[in-house]
């Protein structure tokens, strides 16, 4: 039973939508559910659902069908148990699913010319290789195209047997027809020696034994309340959702100022990522992983039960997700929630008196991890006592290792232990934020500052400029970070004004970025032209979702982002959606090996004349704790 109209499809919801489109969809004995999520019922529908409307619960799905090379989508009406839209969507090619994973494995593990590679590298027990399907993208190879593709890459496991990629097979890359289901052919770009033997990840021996016990104890249990997925949070308010794409997604985020609740974002989530690899070589130019519209987060949750970095009381919430039959498979614990102590939130002294107040700050942490392949991503998102909210992106796990020759040095990435090295590559996340700063209606400004040159204005020559400018359009707000200009964006507004007659807005503040190094024109760069800016902001379209597309696996591009703003539609206090665009660029380390100690990528959303004063004057001093 579900409570909200937001809430993630139950088990018995997924498995109503699969009987449903096996039933009225028409699709032969071949075919596969790739998607089975829910429907998010549009603002209309929300509002209505408020004043005490009933709101229909619908499923997005997706399938493939072999037999005709189709993907189709569309919904199901739950109660209604009925196909309410169904269309084949030519060109598209859906996600690749773990089940597509395993199938290539096996496929690729019982072909002779795979195995005859191997033997030539001095691999006979192949139980001992790892295969991995990824996407092939689109280089506009012949015999490639139109097809369901997969690019393989192999590893064999260490002797300690704890890590798939210790030792990587170089140059070895099988490429397989997903649809026929046969190895299409077995690219060999040349034998390099298979690496020594690699650490063990989990050792046994020589652990540090100096650490004493931490405890972090919440004798009074926590400060938050849930409500199925709605929590409340001290002056809080947030919806938790999840669909199998994206994962963990934020609905309905909103503060109360004294008796008002005052919505900031209507949703907010990470609807794409890309990792472009730097190495041009035959074996490795085409390495990239759109992680979230190839493969799909919410599938690659990890289940906590397994351990998360949250320490004190902890909520877990439950989802359930499916296999590609459409079957249902609660996954336990896959979002994590718990408070943190952050330390210090303000301070005061007076120095004459030497009186002082301090604050200690706490943030509630709502998060969830994803496995995908070798590398871990921890999404988490931070809710603060001074309205601030945090966005932040945790990587780890083993970073790419691909083979080199002995005695070669690196051109385009960094040697991580002996044999093995880790090309130059980015983290490209897409957050998708649909604000709602006081009301539905909000506009958007970029900030910047300057110098002014010396004169009788400015004397000494220290005068700073302070230029806020509104973004009026698409074609306007699609931005780049500045250092010299120390630029920053808003949202805010304009109907709602604070005590100085100034709209009320919140501030994206960006954390550390990059620009993408990946040429505007290459084959990775039109599918994935949304991170050529840090920043853009679309007028809000329901099925505008995702900055690359609906259906990025082997797209040849210009969809999402840029084929929308081509519209050019007004900013002008109207419903909007701000992109931002977070690469973490990343030469791995030694240090990152065998696997990488976690690094950081954030940004923040700050009130910015939202309140009229410190909203965290009222947070108790430590002596009161
Ligand atoms: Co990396």
């Not at 809080?236 to 109360?256: D, P, T």
């Not at 998060?367 to 945090?390: A, E, H, K, M, P």
């Not at 790419?400 to 980015?426: D, K, R, Y």
């Not at 990775?524 to 505008?544: I, S």
Request: hydrophobic fraction near 35%; aromatic fraction near 10%; glycine fraction near 8%.
């Amino acid at each position: 039973m579900h409570n909200h109209p937001l809430d993630p499809l139950s088990e018995e919801e997924i498995r109503t939508a699969a009987s449903v489109i096996k039933q009225q969809a028409n699709l032969d004995d071949s075919a596969w559910i790739e998607t089975i999520t829910l429907e998010e019922p549009g603002k209309p529908e929300l509002i209505a659902y408020n004043s005490g409307t009933p709101v229909e619960r619908r499923a997005y799905v997706c399938c493939y069908e072999p037999s005709s090379n189709r993907t189709l989508r569309g919904i199901v009406g739950i109660e209604a148990e009925a196909l309410s839209s169904w269309e084949h969507v030519p060109g598209a090619q859906a996600r690749i699913v773990s089940e597509e994973f395993d199938l290539g494995e096996k496929l690729v593990r019982a072909d002779a010319r795979f195995r005859e590679a191997c033997a030539l590298r001095g691999i006979t027990d192949l139980e001992k290789v790892l295969i991995e399907t990824w996407s092939a993208g689109n280089f506009g190879i012949a015999e490639e195209q139109g097809e369901r593709i997969a690019y393989c890459y192999c590893w064999l496991i260490n002797d300690a047997g704890d890590n798939r990629y210790g030792r990587p097979i170089g140059n070895l890359h099988p490429v397989v027809d997903l649809r026929r289901r046969k190895v299409l052919r077995v690219d060999d770009f040349g034998v390099i020696e298979i690496p020594p033997d690699t650490a063990a990840i989990r050792p046994t021996e020589n652990l540090r034994t100096d650490i004493k016990p931490l405890s972090i104890t919440q004798p009074d249990g926590p400060s938050f309340t849930v409500e199925g997925f709605h929590v409340e949070w001290q002056k809080w308010r947030v919806r938790i959702g999840f669909n199998v794409r994206e994962g963990l997604v934020l609905h309905n985020i909103s503060y109360q100022d004294k008796d008002r609740i005052r919505p900031i974002m209507h949703r907010m989530s990470m609807p794409e990522m890309v990792v472009p690899y730097g190495d041009p070589s035959p074996a490795s130019f085409r390495r990239n992983a759109f992680d979230t519209g190839e493969y799909g987060i919410g599938l690659a949750l990890d289940s906590l039960t397994l351990g998360c970095d949250c320490l004190g009381h902890i909520h877990y919430f439950d989802i359930c997700a499916h296999d590609w039959t459409g079957k249902p498979t609660v996954k336990k614990n896959v979002v994590c929630m718990h408070e943190e102590d952050y330390g210090l939130l303000w301070k005061h002294t007076d120095a004459k008196t030497g009186k002082a107040r301090a604050v200690r700050s706490r943030r509630l942490v709502i998060s969830s991890i994803c496995t995908i392949g070798n590398y871990v991503y921890g999404f988490y998102y931070y809710f603060y006592q001074d309205g601030t909210i945090g966005v932040e992106v945790k990587a780890t796990g083993i970073p790419f290792p691909t083979a080199i020759a002995p005695g070669e040095t690196p051109q385009f990435g960094a040697m991580l232990a002996p044999g093995v090295q880790s090309h130059v590559h980015q983290h490209v996340f897409s957050f998708r934020c649909d604000m709602c700063i006081d009301g539905e209606n909000n506009s958007v400004s970029e900030v910047e500052f300057a110098s002014s040159p010396i004169g009788p204005d400015n004397p000494q020559g220290n005068a700073i400029q302070i230029l806020e400018r509104e973004l009026k359009s698409e074609s306007e707000a699609q931005r780049e970070l500045n250092l010299a200009s120390a630029r920053y964006w808003k949202v805010f507004n304009p109907d709602k004004l604070n005590q100085f007659g100034i709209p009320t807005a919140y501030k994206l503040a960006a954390g550390g970025n990059a620009l993408p190094f990946l040429h505007r024109d290459s084959a990775v760069g039109k599918r994935a032209a949304f991170m050529f800016k840090h920043f853009w902001a679309t007028a809000y379209k329901p099925d505008e979702m995702y900055p690359a597309g609906w259906f990025p696996n082997q797209s040849s591009g210009e969809e999402g982002l840029p084929k929308w703003t081509k519209a050019n539609r007004s900013l002008e206090n109207t419903d909007l959606v701000v992109w931002y665009t977070l690469n973490f660029h990343h030469l791995p380390r030694p240090e990152d090996w065998p696997v990488q100690p976690v690094v950081y990528a954030n940004f923040h959303w700050m009130p910015d004349g939202f309140f009229d004063e410190n909203p965290a004057l009222d947070v108790p001093p430590n002596d009161f704790l």
